[in-house]
Structure formats: structure tokens, C-alpha cells
């Protein structure tokens, strides 16, 4: 099986992540040994960009982002009617007042009736999330809002699914880490998270058990495989 395999190279610098797109370009699962690239990871980008907005929903970069990850599933077409139809203030307030316009729809514009589908509910996971955040271990927070938006289960079963799966592992346990310290709070935890990435703290890629995931693992000569 894929466990089995091992691609050795002399560095990883340069060459692991081409060997790892086209791997996983064609639906062959791959994990790269690195020491770097955890919070380049989409997955990640996408989790943090939700507690981001958890936390301030009036953060047009991070809630974009999270509008067209997969755990809301808006098209580019979308956010541009989004925000052509609601122009005034930030895009969270463009989000409300498409939905409270949802009245106004006719029931044969599929198009925009599908995307006060998809606004309703974030806004409805959204509002619970951020009441939950004001007295939940910011952990299991984030296993809710994997668990509540499908994410987790998604990210587990497209391509390189164990290694996507093992990255938002990583990053419940960065929380449960932050929580033995001083501080509370999502607010803190955020910026907890953002000087790791400003002072260049990463991690590499999370993933444990490539034999039993049956999975090709992407190395360097002089590092140590996890088991």
C-alpha cells in the first residue's frame, strides 16, 4: 500500500511541496515531512479566518474567506451579487440586509434564493458560535464548529485527507496549550495565534501514523519519519 512508500529527497527546500501537488493532483495521499507550511495550509487559513470573525465579525477579509471556503460554499458570482445588491457598509452588513431582502425574491430566481440558502445558515452557526465563545474552552470550540459546519468531516475525506485532518488536530491542541497559560479568550487566543505566525513560529504540518493511514510520505534524508 501507499504506507509503504517513502520518497527520500537530499532537501526538502524547493522540491517537497512539487512532489506533494502533483501527488495530490492525482488523488494519490501524501504527507510532507516539513518543519514549515502549517499555517499556510488552507485548512488552517480557513479555521482561523472563522474564529477571526467569531470573534469580530465586522473583518471583511477573514469573513470573505470564510464565505468562499467550503464551509459556506459561496461562488465568486455570489459575493460579487452580494455585494453589487448590498453595497453599503462591510460585508457582514451586506450579509444581513441580503437576507432580510430575502422577501423580495421571487421564487424563480434560483440563483439568488440559493445564496439566502447558504447566508441563513452561516449567519445561524455564526450567531451560535460567537454566543458559545463567550463561556467555552476555545478547544472545544473549534471542535464544535468543525463538527456543527461538516468542515471537519470534509477536510478528512478529499485528497490528503489524514494530513488535512491531523492539521486541525494540531490546532485544538495549540488551543489546549493556550487555555494552561494566563490568558482566556478567543480574542487572546487570536492574537496568541498571529504573533506564532509574525515572529515565524511554525510547526510543519501535522500528521501521525503515516503506515496506518496508508499514506506516501514526502522526506528529507536527515529527518526522522513520525510513526
Same mark, same amino acid.
Given at each position: 500500500? %501507499? #504506507?509503504? $512508500?517513502?520518497?527520500?529527497?537530499? +532537501? ?5 511541496? /512539487? ?9 494519490? /495521499?501524501v504527507y510532507t515531512a516539513s518543519r514549515t507550511g502549517y499555517f499556510a495550509a488552507q485548512e488552517v487559513v480557513t479555521l482561523l479566518?472563522?474564529?477571526? $470573525? ?7 477579509? /477573514?469573513? +470573505?474567506?470564510?464565505?468562499?471556503s467550503l464551509i459556506v460554499g459561496c461562488t465568486a458570482q455570489e459575493l460579487a451579487m452580494l455585494r453589487s445588491e448590498c453595497p ?9 440586509? %441580503? ?8 421564487? @424563480? ?5 440559493r445564496l439566502v440558502q447558504k447566508l441563513k445558515l452561516f449567519l445561524s452557526q455564526l450567531t451560535k458560535f460567537r454566543d458559545m465563545?463567550?463561556? =467555552?474552552?476555545?478547544?472545544?470550540? $473549534?471542535? %464544535?464548529?468543525?463538527?456543527? +459546519?461538516?468542515?471537519?468531516? %470534509? ?9 488535512? #485532518? ?12 493556550? @487555555?494552561? =497559560?494566563? !490568558?482566556?479568550?478567543?480574542?487572546? *487566543? ?8 509574525? !515572529? @515565524?513560529?511554525? *510547526?510543519?504540518?501535522? *500528521? ?12 528529507? =534524508?536527515?529527518? =526522522?519519519?513520525? +510513526?
Amino acid at each position: 500500500g %501507499y #504506507g509503504d $512508500i517513502v520518497i527520500l529527497l537530499r +532537501t526538502s527546500a524547493g522540491w517537497a511541496e /512539487p512532489f506533494s501537488q502533483v501527488l495530490a493532483s492525482k488523488g494519490i /495521499p501524501v504527507y510532507t515531512a516539513s518543519r514549515t507550511g502549517y499555517f499556510a495550509a488552507q485548512e488552517v487559513v480557513t479555521l482561523l479566518n472563522y474564529l477571526r $470573525i467569531c470573534d469580530n465579525p465586522m473583518q471583511d477579509i /477573514p469573513l +470573505t474567506g470564510v464565505l468562499h471556503s467550503l464551509i459556506v460554499g459561496c461562488t465568486a458570482q455570489e459575493l460579487a451579487m452580494l455585494r453589487s445588491e448590498c453595497p453599503d457598509g462591510r460585508v457582514y452588513d451586506s450579509i444581513c440586509a %441580503y437576507v432580510e431582502k430575502a422577501e423580495e425574491i421571487s421564487e @424563480e430566481n434560483v440563483e439568488k434564493l440559493r445564496l439566502v440558502q447558504k447566508l441563513k445558515l452561516f449567519l445561524s452557526q455564526l450567531t451560535k458560535f460567537r454566543d458559545m465563545a463567550a463561556y =467555552t474552552p476555545i478547544h472545544e470550540l $473549534i471542535l %464544535y464548529i468543525l463538527k456543527d +459546519t461538516g468542515y471537519g468531516r %470534509y477536510a478528512r475525506a478529499i485528497p490528503g485527507g489524514a494530513q488535512r #485532518g491531523a492539521n486541525l488536530h494540531m490546532l485544538v491542541e495549540k488551543a489546549m496549550d493556550y @487555555e494552561k =497559560t494566563s !490568558y482566556r479568550g478567543l480574542f487572546n *487566543f487570536i492574537r496568541y495565534i498571529e504573533k506564532l505566525q509574525k !515572529y @515565524e513560529v511554525d *510547526f510543519g504540518e501535522g *500528521f501521525k501514523g503515516c503506515r496506518d493511514h496508508m499514506i506516501i510520505a514526502v522526506s528529507y =534524508t536527515h529527518l =526522522t519519519l513520525p +510513526t
